[in-house]
T-cell receptor, first 109, second 113 residues
Framework: RKEVEQDPGPFNVPEGATVAFNCTYS??????FFWYRQDCRKEPKLLMS???SGNEDGRFTAQLNRASQYISLLIRDSKLSDSATYLC??????????FGAGTRLFVKA | SQTIHQWPATLVQPVGSPLSLECTVE??????LYWYRQAAGRGLQLLFY??????ISSEVPQNLSASRPQDRQFILSSKKLLLSDSGFYLC????????????FGPGTRLLVL
């Protein structure tokens, strides 16, 4: 089993749609969780950290479920500019940081 | 504000040739530094990390090496490149004040022929 697993997609959605991504992790001792966004042939950029209580940043909402060992990202009112690959990132103790392979999102007009 | 630079942006090298990729960080001191590789269509793989000058930890066995000659400089090297070394190499930094969130440089795209 991979340490961090994501549905690779692609997710094809129309503008204005709501889309959700899930990510599962295997190490129950994982401490920090993040979502990054990566545009084609660019570096990953931090989208948001994921807190135990859940957190929201504009149209983006992240949730953490420690019992089931998954995190989620919800995007509301999708924009064309949201098209990208979304990387789930899990950090354990020390410096071990595991990146998921990413979920590709295409938002169409 | 902090910035991270990598060069070169792209590189085409023959098999067996040496490699040197450089990463520098500005606007912070004593950062943790990381080298990742991303193969086409795959996730990021952590290659090396460093918590200070001269301190390098390797995550995977390979023909690559890393060095940190200065606080904000991180170098990735190879004596002889393999075809399998092709990929997108990303340098990142983090520190405790930023909650250990990692911030990436623009990357170097390496093609070994």
């Amino acid at each position: 089993r991979k340490e961090v697993e994501q549905d690779p997609g692609p997710f094809n959605v129309p503008e204005g749609a709501t889309v959700a991504f899930n990510c599962t992790y295997s190490n129950s001792a994982s401490q920090s969780f993040f979502w990054y966004r990566q545009d084609c042939r660019k570096e990953p950029k931090l989208l948001m950290s994921v807190y135990s209580s859940g957190n929201e940043d504009g149209r983006f909402t992240a949730q953490l479920n420690r019992a089931s060992q998954y995190i989620s990202l919800l995007i509301r009112d999708s924009k064309l500019s949201d098209s990208a690959t979304y990387l789930c990132v899990v950090r354990g103790g020390g410096f071990k940081t595991i990146f998921g392979a990413g979920t590709r999102l295409f938002v169409k007009a | 504000s902090q910035t991270i630079h990598q060069w070169p942006a792209t590189l085409v090298q023959p098999v067996g040739s040496p490699l040197s990729l450089e990463c520098t960080v500005e606007g912070t001191s004593n950062p943790n530094l990381y080298w990742y590789r991303q193969a086409a269509g795959r996730g990021l793989q952590l290659l090396f990390y460093s918590v200070g000058i001269g301190q390098i930890s390797s995550e995977v066995p390979q023909n690559l090496s890393a060095s940190r000659p200065q606080d904000r400089q991180f170098i990735l090297s190879s004596k002889k490149l393999l075809l399998s070394d092709s990929g997108f190499y990303l340098c990142a930094w983090s520190d405790l004040r930023a909650g250990e969130t990692q911030y990436f440089g623009p990357g170097t795209r390496l093609l070994v022929l």
